[in-house]
């Protein structure tokens, strides 16, 4: 029992904070008074604290303590390229993914610019919503160059389309362009996700390159404001 102590003080401090009894911003008690509130030693109140960082309930700042993150907003890491499928299984979190639009379409003159692509070339449309936690708060529209994706279906497009792309085709994805910025929402937003009184969402341009430098999918992702910040880690170079 003494040896998972600190599982009991993790999961205590999770409930405070997950019902808004520690909010986020805020600093938690120091290590002396956690040690003195639980009666434990600072051995266990740390392991404790280094669990509650690992999971991303609090930033522990050298020399100034810990600090409670806001968990109602999920890391959508700017510089990295990761799927949807992977960010839910990082985070911990039940997901899943509705197809609203699954078709191979003629491209209009407008993403020919967007895929380097000719009206000629057919292209993969998939508009998904992805739910995560039981809520729908990305809008993904997504834009395969059918030459270098000769097979999609439904059930792939339900599933992670990189996990097939990277295991069943062989394709190497190896870095996007991105673009952001604030849109105000559509009609088609308010109909694929769970947006309440929300005028405005964060839009994600992704041009996506394989390794061999090709343009082979343009995507438009749609993201609700409450839901998301967007992180990143920057060097300053001398």
Same mark, same amino acid.
């Not at 309930?57 to 109602?72: E, M, N, T």
């Not at 030459?147 to 870095?175: A, H, M, R």
């Not at 839009?203 to 343009?215: G, M, R, S, T």
């Given at each position: 029992?003494?040896?998972n102590k600190y599982l009991s003080i993790y999961e205590e401090l999770v409930e405070k904070i997950q019902n808004?009894?520690?909010?986020?911003?805020?600093?938690?008690?120091?290590?002396?008074?956690?040690?003195?509130?639980?009666?434990?030693?600072?051995?266990?109140?740390?392991k404790a604290l280094t669990m509650l960082s690992q999971n991303g309930y609090i930033q522990k700042i050298r020399g100034k303590g810990s600090y409670v993150l806001d968990v109602s907003k999920y890391d959508f890491p700017i510089s990295g390229l990761v799927s949807?499928?992977?960010?839910?299984?990082k985070m911990g979190k039940p997901w899943g993914t509705i197809v609203n639009e699954?078709?191979?379409?003629s491209p209009d003159s407008q993403l020919q610019k967007q895929l380097?692509?000719?009206?000629?070339?057919?292209?993969?449309?998939?508009? #998904?919503? #992805?739910?995560m936690d039981g809520e729908k708060i990305i809008l993904d529209k997504d834009f395969f160059n059918k030459k270098y994706v000769p097979i999609l279906t439904k059930e792939i497009c339900e599933g992670s389309i990189y996990e097939y792309l990277e295991q069943d085709l062989?394709?190497?994805?190896?870095?996007?362009k991105k673009e952001f910025f604030v849109d105000e929402t559509t009609a088609e937003d308010r109909m694929f996700l769970d947006l309440q009184d929300d005028k405005h969402?964060?839009?994600v341009k992704n041009y996506v390159y394989l390794d061999n430098a090709n343009l082979f999918q343009y995507t438009e992702s749609r993201h609700?404001?409450?839901k998301f910040r967007f992180v990143d880690f920057a060097r300053r170079s001398h």
């Amino acid at each position: 029992m003494y040896e998972n102590k600190y599982l009991s003080i993790y999961e205590e401090l999770v409930e405070k904070i997950q019902n808004g009894q520690l909010k986020p911003n805020t600093k938690l008690p120091s290590e002396n008074e956690l040690v003195k509130e639980y009666a434990t030693s600072r051995e266990t109140v740390r392991k404790a604290l280094t669990m509650l960082s690992q999971n991303g309930y609090i930033q522990k700042i050298r020399g100034k303590g810990s600090y409670v993150l806001d968990v109602s907003k999920y890391d959508f890491p700017i510089s990295g390229l990761v799927s949807f499928k992977e960010l839910a299984q990082k985070m911990g979190k039940p997901w899943g993914t509705i197809v609203n639009e699954f078709a191979l379409i003629s491209p209009d003159s407008q993403l020919q610019k967007q895929l380097s692509v000719t009206e000629k070339d057919p292209v993969w449309k998939v508009i #998904r919503t #992805r739910v995560m936690d039981g809520e729908k708060i990305i809008l993904d529209k997504d834009f395969f160059n059918k030459k270098y994706v000769p097979i999609l279906t439904k059930e792939i497009c339900e599933g992670s389309i990189y996990e097939y792309l990277e295991q069943d085709l062989g394709l190497k994805i190896s870095f996007a362009k991105k673009e952001f910025f604030v849109d105000e929402t559509t009609a088609e937003d308010r109909m694929f996700l769970d947006l309440q009184d929300d005028k405005h969402i964060v839009v994600v341009k992704n041009y996506v390159y394989l390794d061999n430098a090709n343009l082979f999918q343009y995507t438009e992702s749609r993201h609700r404001l409450d839901k998301f910040r967007f992180v990143d880690f920057a060097r300053r170079s001398h």
